[in-house]
């Protein structure tokens, strides 16, 4: 599975971004796709995750102002950021998962840079 992000940039506070994610390769394992961030001098955090059922679950932090969605057709995962804040700076990772009993595939694209200004 290979996934390639863009979307990322320079925006001021208040704006809005939208990521895209989008794979290829054999995504038939695929139960699982999330956004995940890293900020500076920070630990890679999930922000988004949705599910093959559509069911979505966020970080405390972007509820209410950011929205994960996909497009199947398209092997696309998106994440619509409003109301952006210079505390959501940082690297924005999709991730792919395939969830199993005894553990996960995991797969991530390269990252790509989200910088909020005040």
């Known amino acids: 599975v290979q996934l390639v992000e863009s979307g990322g940039g320079l925006v001021q506070a208040g704006g809005s971004l939208r990521l895209s994610c989008a794979a290829s390769?054999?995504?038939?394992?695929?139960?699982?796709m999330g956004w995940y961030r890293q900020g500076p001098g920070k630990r890679r955090e999930f922000v988004a995750g949705?599910?093959?059922?559509?069911?979505?679950n966020y970080a405390g932090s972007v509820k209410g102002r950011f929205t994960i969605s996909r497009d199947n057709a398209k092997n696309t995962l998106y994440l619509q950021m409003n109301s952006l804040k210079p505390e959501d700076t940082a690297v924005y990772y999709c991730?792919?998962?395939?969830?199993?009993?005894?553990?996960?595939?995991?797969?991530w694209g390269q990252g790509t840079q989200v910088t909020v200004s005040s």
């Open positions: 991730n792919f998962a395939a969830l199993r009993a005894w553990g996960s595939d995991d797969y």
């Open positions: 390769g054999n995504i038939f394992s695929i139960n699982h």
């Open positions: 949705i599910n093959t059922g559509g069911s979505t």
